[in-house]
Each structure stands twice: as structure tokens, then as C-alpha cells.
């Protein structure tokens, strides 16, 4: 039976739900753009913007030269601010499991692909972050989910042996990446399946999350 020391979370559809629709609408009414059009900017340099080749501002501006737009300062501020609204919507039963993790004495950790905007809005919004004893944002690093340097990083600093910590992810190959570091490894694609794969799993000690709507 696997002995589990420490648990290191995925942010965004993990500690989060699903994205805000509303915030969405609104980023797309400042650009006053189609859906379509707006879905492919959106997502064109995200990756650049999560490994800190771009900041918040360069990334909305390459975002609005891909739709042929030049944006005003309110209009960047906008759009910053909508999109860790978007981010931002709290997967409750998921954050109540990390206090209970915390009050077992687990250790607990973040390992996100995120922007410094961001990383600065999120951290913000939502106090109950700070209660990691540990936080990887790849664009700090100049790496990204699921290179396997950021990995090393985390187990790194961590200072535990990688099979002893659990991760948790959405992405399939961000949970294989972490799988071939080392680690146990679950993706997490909604709360009930979740918690009875961790179930299934037996892990020695660990407690179990709360069922709850994901």
C-alpha cells in the first residue's frame, strides 16, 4: 500500500470549477468579437503566456492583434480582470479537502501552468491559496505542465521521495508526465469519480474528500 506524505494540486478545473460564462461574454464584448474568432485568440498564446514569455498585457495585446484590434489602458484592465474572473469560480469540495489535508498533517502543494496576471488576481481572490506550503507557477520557471523539469522541480522542493506524493490533474498528460517522475498520480475529471478512485486506490492514511457537487 502506497504511503502518501504530501498532495499537489492542479489549479484551474481542479481547485476551480468550471470556467465563469459570464466572465467570458464579458472579455468578448470588450474585443467586440464572435465567439468563434475570440475562442482562437483566446487560446493562440496562452502557452506563451503560461511559460512567462508573455506577460498580462503582451499576452491580451497579441490576443488582439490576432482579432486585428488595438486596445485602450481601461480595455487592458478589463480584460485582466474578466479573466481571473473566469478562473475563479471555487470547486468547494476540493478546497474544503485541502483544509482537511492540512488538519492531518499532510503536506499540500499548487503545481499550475498560469500567467503572472494571472497568478496575481487568483492569489487575490481567493485567500485560501495561501495555505500551501508550497506553490509552482510555471511562468515563474519558464517551463509548463507536463515538461518533466517542472516535476523535478516540485519534488525537488517538496524534499520527499516522488512516490510519496499524490497529484492531481485534469489533463491526462499532465498526470502521465507526473506518473513517469515518479509520483501517484489521478486525473480529476468530476468530483464523484474522483473520490471513488481515490477510494479504489486505498492510499494509507489519507483522508477522503466530501462528495459534493464537482
Not at 122 to 135: A, E, Q, T, V, Y
Request: a negative charge; charged letters at 25%.
Amino acid at each position: 500500500m502506497a504511503v502518501i506524505r504530501a498532495v499537489l494540486f492542479d489549479y484551474g478545473l481542479v481547485l476551480s470549477g468550471p470556467p465563469d460564462p459570464a466572465a467570458w461574454e464579458q472579455m468578448r464584448a470588450v474585443l467586440e468579437v464572435d465567439e468563434a474568432s475570440f475562442y482562437a485568440a483566446y487560446w493562440r498564446p496562452r502557452p506563451a503566456y503560461d511559460r512567462g514569455a508573455l506577460d498580462g498585457r503582451s499576452y491580451w495585446r497579441a490576443v488582439a492583434e490576432e482579432l486585428e484590434r488595438s486596445l485602450r489602458e481601461d480595455e487592458f484592465a478589463l480584460l485582466l480582470e474578466y479573466d481571473v474572473e473566469l478562473w475563479t469560480q471555487p470547486n468547494q469540495p476540493m478546497i474544503d479537502w485541502v483544509a482537511a489535508l492540512k488538519s492531518a498533517a499532510f503536506v499540500t502543494g499548487v503545481c499550475s501552468n498560469m500567467g503572472d496576471a494571472m497568478e496575481d488576481g487568483i492569489l487575490r481572490r481567493c485567500p485560501w491559496m495561501s495555505s500551501f506550503d508550497h506553490h509552482t507557477f510555471s511562468h515563474r520557471l519558464k517551463m509548463v505542465k507536463p515538461e518533466a523539469a517542472i516535476y523535478q522541480h516540485v519534488i525537488r522542493e517538496l524534499g520527499l521521495p516522488a512516490e510519496e506524493i499524490l497529484f492531481i490533474d485534469d489533463r491526462k498528460e499532465n498526470v502521465e508526465a507526473a506518473e513517469a517522475a515518479g509520483m501517484q498520480a489521478i486525473q480529476y475529471l468530476d468530483h464523484a469519480g474522483f473520490v471513488d478512485e481515490l477510494r479504489d486506490e486505498n492510499f494509507d492514511g489519507l483522508p477522503l474528500p466530501a462528495a459534493g457537487a464537482e
